[in-house]
């Protein structure tokens, strides 16, 4: 039996370019080098292994709100006296066999590499835009564009029409609300062939360029923990929070 | 391709909406049986060989009836005849790990999902993941961090659910000004359904003791993303399962093996594949996923944002988009429905471009923010005809038509697209994807909305 071979339509619906960018003559890009540096962002998974188990020979009954060192009924005032104030109306879900094993603050700060819009989270370190021009220019360039623009991935700067126009540019300038989400991503996520390989600095760094870039900040304003959520976005304002919404009208 | 075609009882039905829309009960009463729709007319061949005694071996006895046949397999495979049932993936130029793959919805009965075709949209790869290396920490304001192995999920008490998945940015062609030439599931495959089985999350949570000021959950992947979202507490404690089994098996490493959130209804970058880390907070954490995208920009210049619930939607699967009918006669028209808030409660059908509609049979089972498979008979007389689906939940919230969601939402959102869909079979049997709104006699460019996944 002879077979047609699969119709592809490519590119597919929704993938494509957008239309103002199938003007822009497109630079080739250079391909990004592979693998130039060690992993900084270790991961130990097997640190807690030797840790005894917790002891707790009863798991807590159900509506029991569990206090401090996982056990049940060493308090039980307390527990109840807690229970009058701590709204926890959750359905009752299945009883667990309790096999957590407990994380150390040591072990919770190696894993955790989440950045709040207030700040917190960031680590020690800084960096300008003067700094970290040749830094996009080596890990970012390829797939964003030189300057953030004409890339195959987000355009980062550049955005000349208005969000409520016919072709709305959202980038990093016109649309992002907060700045630290460009640390947490590019700290987390970039660059895509090896993540998490940047240096702290090296971030605050690519933060910075791209901030200049969308010239919210100054090419040698340098930003660090205490700086960087102190940036206003010019689209700070432009979010509908609608789940918020909903639950107001419930 | 057009002789008529004598249907018997068809004659003695009545139509129950214009362009030979019947009964829906047409197909259980009397157990007709039906024109099967296909994408190309493929004839069965009379003789496929002669044996060894040359005797003749047709279709009344097959080769495959006189030879031993495969012997057992260790993890079955579709039929060979079967492999253009597949996904349709699309990547970015640059990155190949960072795209979507369509489920062949058109090419699939009933509602389950099987896991090797659940679409994908992964952000930079499909991680290798050692189950035995593999942890998740819970921590943040709770007052037991801790760690859990996957070892020590699989021995806490599992539910199962029947729930879909459905990507934010399924069916964004539809923004687009002129209709998407995609067969139906390469169009609105970013959806899929299947039998979740895993943990509650509220099993865990109330083991770490999550304390009051909690109100979110961060999740993280552990691909090469890093992928992360916040999640409203109130829904984790709901509904959410840390899901260790699909349809049966474990998890596919492009589902997220060993480990991922599944939170029903609720749109699936939200759903943290390969989940590493739950971090409870007084507040969203703004990651890019949730603010640069999954944002819907409006035409005034503000963007939705936290738009968690997949709002009710539909379409018929067959026919659809790029198939064939042969011959004028009795066909099902089937097709799916789900909906982020609830059950679906009727699905309507139209033959005649939406001056009437019928409501199709709803094959149970009708499960809360599942696929509901519909069915209705129709009697094809030949003639262009426009097919169209219209899904209401029990919430009572109907699917609207295309130009109403664009007058709501502008063309910019990209995410969230659930209007009604429209085929449009013309004389000669082919079904075309139309648009039956003003789109269609003003657009004349054919302008792509907007960018990919990146």
């Known amino acids: 039996m002879i077979r047609t071979p699969l119709k592809i339509n490519f590119p597919p619906p929704g993938w494509g370019t957008p239309a103002r960018m199938q003007a822009v003559e497109r630079r080739r890009m250079p391909k990004p080098r592979v693998g130039v540096k060690s992993l900084i962002r270790e991961i130990n998974f097997s640190s807690n292994e030797t840790l005894p188990p917790p002891s707790h020979p009863l798991p807590p009954r159900e509506g029991e709100v569990v206090v401090e060192g996982r056990g049940p009924g060493k308090n039980l005032l307390l527990v109840l006296l807690l229970f009058t104030f701590i709204n926890i109306s959750y359905a009752n879900p299945p009883q667990g066999p309790n096999l957590g094993q407990s994380a150390t603050p040591e072990e919770i700060a190696h894993w955790d590499i989440s950045v709040m819009p207030d700040g917190e989270g960031l680590p020690e370190g800084k960096g300008t835009a003067l700094a970290g021009k040749p830094i996009y220019e080596k890990h970012c360039v390829a797939c964003h564009g030189p300057e953030g623009v004409g890339g195959s991935a987000d355009a980062l700067a550049g955005a000349k029409m208005a969000l409520n126009s016919d072709y709305p540019e959202q980038t990093i300038g016109s649309y992002w609300p907060y700045a630290t989400t460009i640390f947490d991503m590019t700290r987390r996520s970039m660059p895509i062939i090896a993540p998490g390989t940047l240096t702290n600095n090296e971030v605050y760094a690519v933060t910075a360029y791209l901030l200049y870039l969308n010239n919210i900040i100054g090419e040698n304003d340098e930003m660090n923990a205490e700086t960087l959520p102190k940036v206003q976005m010019p689209n700070r304002d432009g979010f509908i929070n609608v789940y918020e919404q909903e639950n107001k009208k419930k | ?454």
């Open chain 2, 1 to 454: 391709m057009k002789n008529d075609v004598e249907i018997p009882y068809s004659s003695i039905l009545q139509p129950v909406a214009g362009n030979g829309l019947l009964d829906r009960r047409l197909f259980l009463k009397t157990g007709l049986t039906f024109s099967v729709v296909t994408l190309a007319a493929s004839a069965i061949p009379k003789v496929f060989a002669t044996n060894a005694n040359d005797q003749a071996v047709d279709s009344a006895s097959p080769p495959w009836m006189h030879e031993p046949g495969a012997p057992f397999s260790i993890y079955g495979t579709p039929s060979k005849y079967e492999d253009d049932v597949v996904r349709f993936p699309a990547a970015n130029r640059d990155v190949g790990g960072n795209g979507v793959s369509w489920t062949p919805l058109h090419k699939l009965e009933g509602i389950i999902t099987p896991g090797g075709l659940h679409f994908e949209r992964h952000h930079n790869g499909v991680p290798q993941i050692d189950p035995a290396q593999h942890k998740l920490l819970i921590h943040g304001l709770v007052r037991n961090p801790s760690f859990f192995s996957i070892e020590d999920l699989l021995r806490y008490p599992m539910q199962s659910r029947i729930c879909f998945v459905e990507c934010g940015g399924n069916s964004n062609a539809g923004w687009n000004k002129s209709p998407s030439k995609s067969e139906a599931g390469y169009f609105h495959g970013l959806v899929s359904c299947s039998e979740w089985t895993g943990v509650p999350l509220a099993t865990l949570l109330n083991e770490a003791g999550v304390t009051a000021k909690a109100k979110w959950l961060i999740a993280e992947g552990a691909d090469a993303f890093a992928m992360n979202i916040s999640i409203p507490m109130e829904k984790a404690m709901q509904d959410g399962m840390l899901a260790l089994y699909q349809n049966g098996e474990r998890l596919r490493p492009e589902n997220g093996y060993p480990l991922r959130l599944i939170l029903p209804g609720w749109e699936g970058v939200l759903n943290v594949k390969w989940l590493r880390r739950l971090k409870a907070t007084d507040k969203p954490i703004m990651a890019r996923n949730e603010t640069s995208r999954y944002t819907e920009l409006q035409p005034d210049g503000k963007a939705r944002m936290f738009t968690f619930v997949m709002e009710a939607k539909s379409l018929i699967t067959s026919p659809s988009a790029n198939m064939f009918l042969k011959q004028p006669g009795l066909y099902q028209i089937t097709g799916l429905a789900w909906s982020g808030r609830g059950k679906i409660k009727k699905v309507e059908i139209s033959a005649d471009g939406g001056k009437s509609w019928a409501e199709a049979e709803l094959q149970e089972p009708v499960l809360s923010q599942s696929f509901t498979r519909f069915r209705i008979p129709w009697q094809w007389n030949g003639k262009p005809a426009i097919l169209k689906s219209r899904a209401t939940d029990e919430t009572g919230y109907v699917q609207p038509e295309r130009d109403k969601l664009i007058a709501e939402r502008g063309r910019h959102g990209f995410f969230h697209y659930n209007a009604i869909v429209t085929w449009q079979v013309d004389e000669q049997g082919v079904v075309n994807h139309i648009y039956d709104d003003k789109d269609i006699t003003e657009s004349t460019d054919d302008i792509s909305i907007d960018a990919g996944w990146d």
